[in-house]
């Protein structure tokens, strides 16, 4: 076989090989940058001109609009404060402190970034107004016990107080803290000023 070919067949297999390495990094993400808390990660750097090249690809790909070190910062869950991988069949009670922000969000989505069914849209008996589902909660909206602290439950099944209906498919966990000092004090983040994600009964 001629130089030529060999070389020309070395360097589509090179190709090859890198395309699917970068369609593999894209569609699990990656850690560049990244700051942990527990089960919680955040990228602080995404959308600034720090930010690494696979996640300006990630971001392009997926349309988001990241927080602005101004006004923000968003951390997502996967997994629970054990380490294994969220179960629509699971209870899950979300516990704790959450950092000193302005305004917060908690949002149920599904791992590509997307609102799921929850199975509650089709009347108040959950306590929803008919027509429309529970994806989240936001700092205004919780119920707190006397001394301020909360629980949210997240359940296929109704729950009493703070509940965030699960649907059947797999799900994660984005809270995005508003307006908080956090973004520039990234490097006091540990588990212990992040809520705990904590598996109850499955079904």
């Known amino acids: 076989m001629p130089t030529f070919v060999k070389t020309l067949l070395l360097l589509l297999a090179g190709t090859a090989v890198g395309l699917c390495v970068t369609l593999v990094t894209l569609e699990r993400g990656v850690d560049f940058n990244a700051i942990k808390a527990g089960p919680w990660v955040a990228f602080p750097k995404n959308g600034t001109a720090d930010s690494d090249p696979y996640s300006r ?3 392009m790909r997926s349309g988001e609009i ?27 009670n979300l516990q704790g402190q959450i950092p ?83 973004g520039a004090m990234t490097s006091a983040l540990n588990d212990r000023n992040m809520p705990k994600v904590v598996k109850g009964g499955c079904t």
């Open 100 to 182: 000193q922000a302005r305004y917060w969000t908690l949002t149920l989505l599904s791992p590509k970034g997307f609102l799921i069914d929850t199975g509650t849209g089709n009347g108040a008996d959950y306590g929803i107004e008919s027509g429309e589902e529970r994806h989240g909660f936001t700092s205004t909206e919780i119920l707190r016990n006397n001394n301020g602290d909360f629980v949210i439950t997240l359940s296929r099944h109704a729950r009493p107080g703070n509940w965030l209906p699960l649907g059947q498919s797999s799900f994660v966990l984005l809270l995005r803290l508003y307006d908080t000092e956090l």
């Open 66 to 92: 990241p927080l602005a070190t101004s006004e923000g910062l968003s951390f997502i869950a996967r997994r629970d404060s054990a380490g294994a991988p969220f179960t629509p069949g699971c209870d899950y």
């Open 57 to 59: 690809a990630i971001l």
